[in-house]
C-alpha cells in the first residue's frame, strides 16, 4: 500500500481511539476530543519521513511483512 493510504489508515483509527476515549459524556469529554483531533489532524505531516523508511522505491509499504517482522522479534 502506498504511504499515504497507510496515514490516512493511522489517522482513521487514531481518531475512532479518540472517539472511545473521549465520547460525547460532558462538555470537558467534547473538547478534549476535538483538540485531540485538530493536533493528529495538523501533525500527520510529521510522520512522512518515518514512512518513507519502510518504503520501496515505488513508495509501497508492505504492512503486513513490516507487522509480520516485529510479531517473529517480540514472541
Known sequence: ???????LRMQTVAENLINVYFGD????DKL???TLK???KNNMYQIDDL???FADKNGEI?????INTYVEQLG
Not at 508492505?62 to 513490516?66: E, G, H, I, P, Q
Open 25 to 28: 459524556n460532558n462538555i470537558v
Open 62 to 66: 508492505d504492512a503486513k511483512s513490516v
Open 32 to 34: 478534549t476530543n476535538s
Open 38 to 40: 485538530v493536533l493528529l
Open 51 to 53: 514512512l518513507k523508511l
Open 1 to 7: 500500500m502506498k504511504a499515504t493510504e497507510l496515514k
